[in-house]
């Protein structure tokens, strides 16, 4: 309450070289940069900053394709798997609820954490890295959990959808029944949502997106944390059919949807750099306030 929110819209206009020399001065106001301080330029060398935003991200993005041929195919696979799968759902689920098995203490903790962990676990530490970021001023761990939602929510969106439209009975419902399948019911049905799991997608979404951007900005540490995250997503697509909730074949195919998703919006960044998502999401710059501080954004970076 005691904070003002600075919005700085910078036009290049006219009067852009003035301020590309006011740009290479070493910054004496108080108004430093969110994520480390302004290089000064050297002689014979491109500064970044002064190429045009738009011709700089055309540059970046000619080089990275949204959809790619062999999209296909990997998707034909994920399919081809999953319905594979299908055979063997109803032996799995009877073997995850035999007596022994659904009530022993240790997988039912380790399943209620898990579970857990896919929704909302994955959206939390999600935030959680991205307010981090900002308070330590670090773009690469704000990007972390930025990128890793943005993944999440579309990941998301699309098993939801995808839930409803197919329309296929859980196996809580009929544990003898994996292919009762009645288009649409999911929508007034929650029995009739197991096909893909929700929880497995934005499990394995937010994976692959942490995964790419550590291997980006700490690559030593991807070492470890890309078969964490892959073995954590794996175990919450355990936890969904110790629970009852879904058929072997619906982790599957959510495994893969999660991982196309984080993928996609991979490459979207990649090719879009300063995107409306980075210019919204991603403050530059930080003022220091007696009771707060104040958040300033550049909305054609």
């Known amino acids: 309450m005691g904070s003002r929110l600075l919005l700085l819209v910078v036009v290049?206009?006219?009067?852009?070289?003035?301020?590309?020399?006011?740009?290479?001065?070493?910054?004496?106001?108080?108004?430093?940069?969110?994520?480390?301080?302004?290089?000064?330029?050297?002689?014979?060398?491109?500064?970044?900053?002064?190429?045009?935003?738009?011709?700089?991200?055309?540059?970046?993005?000619?080089?990275?394709?949204?959809?790619?041929?062999?999209?296909?195919?990997?998707?034909?696979?994920?399919?081809?798997?999953?319905?594979?799968?299908?055979?063997?759902?109803?032996?799995?689920?009877?073997?995850?609820?035999?007596?022994?098995?659904?009530?022993?203490?240790?997988?039912?903790?380790?399943?209620?954490?898990?579970?857990?962990?896919?929704?909302?676990?994955?959206?939390?530490?999600?935030?959680?890295?991205?307010?981090?970021g900002l308070e330590k001023h670090s773009r690469p761990i704000a990007s972390l959990g930025m990128h890793t939602g943005e993944a999440i929510v579309l990941g998301g969106v699309l098993a939801e959808g995808l839930q409803m439209t197919i329309g296929r009975s859980r196996p809580q419902r009929d544990i003898n029944n994996a292919h009762d399948f009645r288009f649409g019911k999911g929508f007034a049905n929650n029995d009739y949502t197991s096909l893909p799991s929700a929880h497995v997608t934005v499990a394995f979404a937010a994976a692959t997106a942490a995964s790419r951007e550590v291997g980006r900005s700490w690559p030593g540490a991807a070492r470890y944390v890309t078969p964490i995250s892959y073995t954590a997503a794996t175990l919450v697509g355990f936890s969904r059919m110790y629970k009852n909730k879904h058929w072997a074949s619906d982790v599957v195919a959510a495994a893969g949807l999660g991982t196309y998703s984080a993928v996609l919006f991979d490459r979207y960044n990649q090719g879009h750099p300063g995107n409306v998502f980075e210019r919204v999401f991603l403050p530059t710059s930080i003022v220091p306030e007696r009771r707060g501080v104040a958040l300033a954004w550049s909305l054609t970076r």
């Open 12 to 132: 290049i206009g006219s009067n852009t070289q003035s301020l590309l020399a006011q740009a290479q001065r070493p910054p004496t106001c108080n108004l430093c940069p969110l994520f480390g301080p302004t290089a000064t330029p050297v002689a014979g060398e491109t500064n970044v900053d002064e190429l045009n935003p738009s011709e700089f991200a055309k540059e970046n993005s000619s080089h990275v394709s949204l959809f790619r041929e062999h999209d296909a195919v990997v998707a034909l696979g994920v399919v081809a798997v999953a319905a594979a799968t299908m055979a063997v759902d109803e032996s799995i689920a009877h073997s995850l609820q035999r007596p022994s098995v659904s009530s022993n203490v240790l997988l039912k903790g380790a399943t209620n954490v898990f579970n857990t962990v896919g929704f909302p676990g994955s959206a939390v530490l999600s935030a959680g890295a991205y307010f981090l």
